[in-house]
Structure formats: C-alpha cells, structure tokens
C-alpha cells in the first residue's frame, strides 16, 4: 500500500511563496509518477502539475511560470511563487503507475490527506 505524506501547506499573503513536500513510502513502482492536484469546496478536484513516466513534467495553464514541480527520490515537492488568492485550495499530492496529467481525478490510484493553502489579498 502506498502513503503519501505531505507538508508545507499554510496561509500568505498575495505574492507571495509556500513549498509543499510529499513523501512517498510503499511500493516504488505504484508512485513512479507523482503530481498535486487541488479542491476547493463545492468544486472537483483539479491538476496542478504532474510528472510524466519518462519525468517531464506538466502544469495547468493556470499555474505556469508560477510553480515549478521537482522531485528527489521518494518526495515530490511545489515551488509556488507568486501565489493569488484564487490559488486558494487543499492542495492533494497524487501517485500512479501512470501519468497525471489529463487524467480525471476519480482515475487516480493514491493520494495523500491534503494540505490547506489560503492565500490572503
């Protein structure tokens, strides 16, 4: 079974950046492809950014240029700069065996719990 574990997650003001970590443990092959998504109440889950199977990586038009999705190892991380107030969301790290991007959110295999994101204007 794999567990995702993330961090990171907290209030800023408009402009500026959080760093959210999700750690991954279980069998490596299930979280090859890591990415986050994001919720906000009332609303279904979104694709943030995502990485491919061969590792490149995607991001919603909304979000590029302002976040940046790295990995090492086991953990996967996002750089968000320049945050908004619509950026506003829990933010869910995602695993799969295959890509993220594009996929409806129902499709993916493993998430982790969530983590809060609140962007003050």
């Known amino acids: 079974q794999v567990q995702l574990v993330e961090s990171g997650g907290g209030l800023v003001q408009a402009g500026g950046s959080l760093r959210l970590s999700c750690a991954a443990s279980?069998?490596?092959?299930?979280?090859?492809?890591m990415g986050w998504f994001r919720q906000v109440p009332g609303k279904e889950r979104n694709f943030v950014a995502g990485?491919?199977?061969?590792?490149g990586t995607y991001y919603a038009d909304s979000v590029k240029g302002r976040f940046t999705i790295s990995r090492d190892k086991n953990t996967a991380f996002l750089q968000m700069n320049s945050l908004k107030p619509e950026d506003t969301a829990v933010y869910y790290c995602?695993?799969?065996?295959?890509?993220?991007?594009?996929?409806?959110?129902?499709?993916?295999?493993?998430w982790g719990q969530g983590t809060q994101v609140t962007v003050s204007s």
């Open positions: 279980g069998r490596a092959f299930d979280y090859v492809v």
């Open positions: 990485f491919s199977r061969r590792g």
């Open positions: 995602a695993a799969d065996s295959e890509g993220l991007f594009g996929r409806n959110f129902k499709d993916v295999k493993h």
